[in-house]
């Protein structure tokens, strides 16, 4: 079993649309979750970055967290074009080390004028 | 605003020759990465360093090595390039005790 699950879509929503992506993973030692937002041909951009359990919100983005289901989830509010890009999860087990972020491989996301 | 730089957006090389990326960040930050990136395979980690002169191998180590002379720069050489490592490649860093990690734009490497 992969350590984190992702959708790979890809999703296509109509502009306005609430987008709901998500990830599962396996291991309950995971800690720090973080979703990047990656345009074609560029680097990740840090978007979310979260520690253990609930929810943050950031505009119109929210980033939820469920320790309990090892499930997390990023929604985006009132979507529009510009939001069409690769989605990444990111998790890591802690905040000390350099071990590295672990990835799910990243959602498609169109978002349709 | 953190600024990862990777020396070059594209690069094309021949298979055999050395090959060197590099990455620099403005950040002071401990931890560099070095990530490959694939089309159904996602972000793999190939070296990381978490001070100058430290490394530790990731997930797909063969075929690469690294370098850190200094805090801000992180090298990452192809010691004979092959074809199979015609990728993206993202370099990273972060703080030490933040697994934040702030992300270079990217060099797209093309071996013939």
């Known amino acids: 079993q992969k350590e984190v699950e992702q959708d790979p879509g890809p999703l296509s929503v109509p502009e306005g649309a609430i987008v709901s992506l998500n990830c599962t993973y396996s291991?309950?030692?995971?800690?720090?979750f973080m979703w990047y937002r990656q345009y074609s041909r560029k680097g990740p951009e840090l978007l979310m970055y979260?520690?253990?359990?609930g929810n943050k919100e950031d505009g119109r983005f929210t980033a939820q967290v469920d320790k309990s289901s090892k499930y997390i989830s990023l929604f985006i509010r009132d979507s529009q074009p510009s939001d069409s890009a690769t989605y990444l999860c990111?998790?890591?087990?802690?905040?000390?080390?350099?071990?590295?972020?672990?990835f799910g491989k990243g959602t498609h996301l169109i978002i349709q004028p | 605003d953190v600024k990862v730089t990777q020396s070059s957006r594209y690069l094309v090389k021949r298979t055999g020759e050395k090959v060197f990326l590099e990455c620099v960040q403005d950040?002071?930050?401990?931890?560099m990465f070095w990530y490959r990136q694939d089309p159904g395979l996602g972000l793999r980690l190939i070296y990381f360093?978490?001070?100058?002169?430290?490394?530790e191998k990731g997930d797909i180590p063969e075929g690469y090595s690294v370098s850190r002379e200094k805090k801000e720069r992180f090298s990452l050489i192809l010691e004979s390039a092959s074809t199979n490592q015609t990728s993206m490649y993202l370099c990273?860093?972060?703080?030490?005790?933040?697994?934040?990690?702030?992300f270079g734009q990217g060099t797209r490497l093309t071996v013939v």
């Open positions: 990111a998790i890591s087990y802690s905040g000390g080390g350099a071990d590295g972020l672990t």
């Open positions: 291991n309950s030692a995971f800690q720090y």
């Open positions: 979260t520690y253990s359990s």
């Open positions: 950040m002071d930050h401990e931890n």
């Open positions: 360093s978490y001070d100058v002169k430290m490394k």
């Open positions: 990273a860093s972060s703080f030490w005790d933040i697994p934040r990690a702030f």
